[in-house]
């Protein structure tokens, strides 16, 4: 605070020069005004400071968060050796009828190479009957044009009968619809015969 002596002597003073009350009171406004921010105490600097900052020791780091790309587990795919592999291969092959518990046993492997195996051995097998039958897997012209060889080839020594012609349309995996398709297209006349005292249809080429 101001001293009570410093402040008598300045009245004092203005006093004797006899000014307005507006000028005295500007004065002595611009003079104590700095006379009393000089007098506060000073604030304490920690004050401001955030309880966080104050709180933390000296020379300690913040921890930081866990980086769990870091710490992501790697997958990775087992592979059953080639030899091992084979030797499941081999057996199931020997022993088609056993199951894979005793081929595990049989080519001393583990269980999960014989199954692998036999998914390998079971993937072939469909892979070589989808070769076996072109005609369910090629485009409807070319089941049409096969059809059409297949009864040329067939009616080409004389008239068959339609039975003895369908069944052997089934086991050359020639498709029905097209086989009807390549009648009307190579104009294949039906006639009837009494071979053996029984009338059945039969199919001949025109001419």
């Known amino acids: ?21 507006n000028t005295t009171a500007a004065i002595l406004a ?13 604030r304490d600097a920690s004050a401001s400071v955030p309880w966080a900052a104050r709180s933390r020791r000296p020379g300690r780091r913040a921890r930081s968060k866990p980086r769990s790309s870091a710490r ?13 592999r084979n030797r499941a291969l081999a057996a199931l092959q020997a ?4 199951t894979p518990t005793e081929v595990a046993k049989i080519a001393k492997v583990s269980r999960s ?17 989808r070769k076996a039958m ?33 069944e ?10 097209a086989l009807e398709q390549a009648r009307g297209d190579l104009g294949i006349v039906v006639s009837r015969s009494n071979a053996g005292g029984v009338q059945a249809v039969q199919w001949s080429l025109p001419g």
């Open 134 to 166: 072109p005609s369910t897997i090629s485009k409807p012209a070319e089941r049409r044009q096969r059809a059409q060889r297949f009864l040329q080839a067939q009616l080409a020594n004389g008239p068959r009968r339609v039975t003895d012609v369908e």
């Open 168 to 177: 052997a349309a089934a086991k050359a995996h020639v498709d029905p619809q």
């Open 1 to 21: 605070m101001l001293p009570a002596s410093d402040l008598s002597d300045i009245l004092a003073n203005l006093a004797a020069l006899n000014l307005q009350p």
């Open 30 to 42: 611009a003079v104590l005004a700095p006379l009393l921010r000089s007098s506060e105490p000073e």
């Open 72 to 84: 992501q587990k790697r997958k990775y795919r087992r592979h059953a050796p080639s030899e091992a």
């Open 113 to 129: 190479t014989v199954v692998i195996a036999r998914n390998k051995i079971e993937k072939e097998a469909r892979k070589a009957a």
């Open 95 to 98: 022993n088609p009828e056993a």
